[in-house]
């Protein structure tokens, strides 16, 4: 492995890479040329170093110094004061850079990282940095000196559960597939994290593949599969090219394909993409889908430890699941079962989203509590506006209020709050949020993605979605609050797959914590929270407003009248409630009733 | 910037080109009717005809495959297709108000092409991209931190 003085990580975000990223790394890589830097300074690509509002940025390790807003024509300077005089610029430096909003920041006190322990510390598309943070020494213990039930036995003295959100027992998984009768066996990665917001998988299987791949040898050697697939959706382009390079190196360590460490064992893998569907993240879809059929569910059992993808006995777990494997091997199921609560042992990687200061990946130890990860790790909420709810477990997961902000997260305490693990999505949402509006966006979503094969999932998420249209339209009913619970219920228990089974969730979980706010939208016709605008109307304040003309001018429908310097009017029938006149006027004048 | 019919090739060659890349299998239907639509921009029916009677997989079972996926289409899309993801994350940074100006712009309802193909808006599953929402992808092109102002700039770029 070559030695480098000087790692330089270059962001390859898409975004970034337009705003004029790909000019700074080509000027980058030409002036470390021209000054014989080349064997001294690593250029590595990376996801992204922070929130790529910045512009272009690099990273330089060992020092740490971030760089942002740069363009090709700062390179020369920056190249010669950085690597040649070796000192930090500071007209580039970024501010105060763990305190600004990153995808992947510094680790907060409250944070332990085990999943994303390599994330954004080595070059994902060289093995040997993998292997220099200890990596493939779990998969060498293994295949020398344990026997398959010895591998069961430390994940079981683990406490691993399946991070995919289900929280199935992984060593009692791998059991019942290895039990199971039928060759070959296949090993199946779920890498289709469909849940929006949730990028978890995609920054671990792009900065850290190996750990995947690692974690599915072990998985193979243990239930005695000879094929594997990682299922990736093909939203997620970079993802499945750094997948490849990272198995393709693997096999040319032969670390894949057949006697691994000249052992009898033989195992490969490859990746299969997926085309665009939700449901292809429900396992028995996903086989269907590698089978090159629709990706609809089937009823279970049989389960696809007995039955899985062409028939045969499948393994599915999901991309963290299988990242936690080696550190388990690695560093011992003790030190693994000393994180957590009870029953939900280790860490879990979130993704923070929505009114919160500092969006982005985390990773915590389970029995954190809500309020801890909003305040202590999320730094709070925007603007410093009230909390209102966080949404946890992706589009089929509950709302939750205030009142559950000291429950410590774990996979039941969380089901018996009425939300879910899910797979790690979490939306908090400040208190302008309309809980009915949410239902209902999050509504519009599962019916969207409703494979259509069973009637409860396809009809049900339907009706309820027209229900709670019509009440943000200002159409509500009497009854329609108990039209939507029979429904949700209805949808629940009579749903074939997890899709239909989970769909009511969010509307499920505002009846019960936010039902005033149903309640007001179907008898008072008002949105408290003043979003929905069928609901609402714009006004002007005569006392404060001083005549500019500002909203009259920028008004799209002429809805507003009055003449300068005097008060204005806005027309309720004209009016098309777009909130234009309330954006531009400097006087805040402009109220919403 | 690639736009959809650049790179037109005739419908037999685009299925004898992901045949001859992928292996004549049922289970290889998904990759091989992606790579023809990337090629074509769409799914012919004549490509869907002809790629059901190379992999002997009924007429029926390819149609059904090709109409499920978000990713693969069965009717012609405009020259650039714009990608706009609607999930939470990007909704809560302020994603209805682009939404709304990219239909504004473009005078097209979601799934519509324009009359004179130029553009197709789509709505895209959540693209993980969500630190930098609002998000859209026009032809492959990643556009994050979308402002309402950053959209007549961004779509002038297309020609």
Same mark, same amino acid.
């Given at each position: ?593 | ?42 799914? !012919? ?30 009717? !012609? ?83």
């Amino acid at each position: 492995m070559a030695y480098f003085r000087s790692h330089v990580l270059v962001s390859n975000d898409p975004a970034i890479l337009k705003e004029g990223g790909a000019e700074v790394k080509d000027a980058l890589l030409n002036e470390i040329r021209k000054n014989k830097l080349s064997g001294e300074v690593e250029i590595i690509d990376t996801p992204r170093i922070s929130d790529g509002k910045q512009g272009p940025e690099i990273m330089v390790y060992p020092e740490g110094y971030h760089y942002i807003g740069l363009s090709a024509a700062d390179i020369p300077f920056l190249v010669e004061e950085q690597f040649l005089k070796g000192r930090a610029v500071e007209k580039f430096l970024a501010p105060t850079p763990r305190e600004k909003a990153q995808e992947l920041r510094a680790p907060t006190p409250k944070e332990v990282r085990v999943v994303l322990r390599n994330c954004g510390k080595i070059n994902p598309e060289n093995i040997e940095e993998y292997i220099a943070e200890n990596g493939y020494v779990a998969l060498a213990k293994v295949l020398t000196e344990c026997t398959p039930d010895d591998v069961l036995a430390i994940i079981k003295a683990s406490g691993l559960r399946g991070r995919g959100g289900a929280g199935f027992p992984t060593w009692l998984k791998w059991d019942l597939t290895k039990k199971a009768t039928g060759s070959p066996k296949y090993l199946i990665c779920n890498a289709d994290e469909g849940d929006p917001g949730a990028f978890m998988n995609r920054s671990v299987l792009e900065s850290d593949p190996h750990s995947v791949i690692e974690g599915m040898i072990i998985a193979a050697y243990t239930i005695g599969a000879s094929q594997g697939f990682v299922y990736c959706r093909a939203e997620y382009p970079i993802a499945v090219k750094t997948l490849n390079i990272a198995i393709e190196q693997a096999r040319n360590y032969g670390l894949l394909g057949k006697n691994i460490f000249g052992t009898d064992f033989s195992f490969d893998m490859e990746v299969r993409k997926g085309a665009g569907a939700f449901v292809c993240g429900e396992e028995t879809a996903l086989i269907s889908s590698i089978e090159g059929k629709r990706g609809e569910p089937y009823p279970k059992p049989p389960f696809p430890a007995t039955q899985g993808v062409f028939g045969k006995p499948t393994n599915i777990n999901n991309v963290e699941t299988y990242a936690n494997i080696p550190q388990i091997i690695f560093r011992g199921p003790e030190w693994f079962a000393s994180m957590g609560t009870e029953k939900s042992k280790g860490t879990k990687t979130f993704a923070m989203a929505g009114d919160v200061k500092q969006t982005g990946l985390i990773e915590v130890p389970f029995g954190i509590t809500l309020r801890e990860i909003v305040y202590d790790v999320g730094g709070g909420i925007k603007d410093d506006k009230g909390f209102k709810a966080i949404q946890t477990g992706g589009p089929m997961g509950g709302c939750l209020p205030s009142m559950y902000l000291d429950l410590p997260v774990d996979y039941e305490s969380l089901t018996s709050a009425g939300s879910m693990m899910g797979s790690g999505g979490m939306v908090v949402m400040d208190e302008d949020t309309c809980m009915v509006d949410i239902a209902r966006f999050f509504m519009e979503f599962t019916q969207a993605e409703s494979c259509g094969k069973c009637v409860p999932c396809r009809v049900g998420t339907k009706r309820i979605l027209e229900i709670l249209t019509r009440i943000c339209d200002g159409k509500g009913k009497d009854g329609d609050i108990e039209t939507l619970e029979m429904l949700c219920s209805q949808t629940i228990e009579n749903s074939l797959c997890g899709l239909g089974k989970g769909a009511a969730n969010p509307v499920i979980s505002t009846l019960k914590h936010f039902r005033s706010e149903y309640e007001a939208h179907i008898y008072d016709k008002k949105c408290p929270a003043k979003t929905c605008k069928a609901l609402i109307h714009y006004e002007i304040n005569p006392e404060k407003c001083v005549g500019c003309t500002m909203c009259a001018r920028n008004c799209p429908v002429n809805a507003i009248t009055g003449s300068p310097k005097q008060t204005h009017v806005i027309n309720p029938d004209i009016c098309i409630r777009c909130g234009i006149c309330k954006q531009v006027c400097n006087y805040e004048a402009v109220v919403v009733t | 910037m690639t736009s959809q019919t650049e790179i037109a090739v005739s419908v037999t060659e685009a299925v004898q080109n992901a045949l001859d890349y992928y292996e004549k299998k049922e289970e290889e239907l998904i990759p091989i009717l992606s790579k023809v639509n990337r090629e074509l921009g769409f799914l !012919p029916q004549e490509a869907l005809e002809q790629i059901s009677e190379k992999l002997k997989v009924p007429k029926s079972k390819v149609k059904s495959v090709a109409s499920f996926y978000h990713m693969l289409s069965t009717k !012609p899309l405009g020259r650039h297709v714009i990608k706009f993801c609607e999930n939470a994350p990007c909704h809560v940074a302020g994603g209805g108000e682009i939404w709304s100006a990219l239909k504004d712009a473009t005078h097209l309802q979601a799934g519509e092409t324009s009359p004179d193909g130029k553009w197709s808006l789509v709505t895209t599953s959540c693209l993980g991209l969500c630190a930098v929402g609002p998000v859209m992808v026009i032809d492959g092109d990643v556009y994050g931190n979308l402002t309402v102002d950053k959209v007549p700039e961004i779509l002038g770029r297309y020609e």
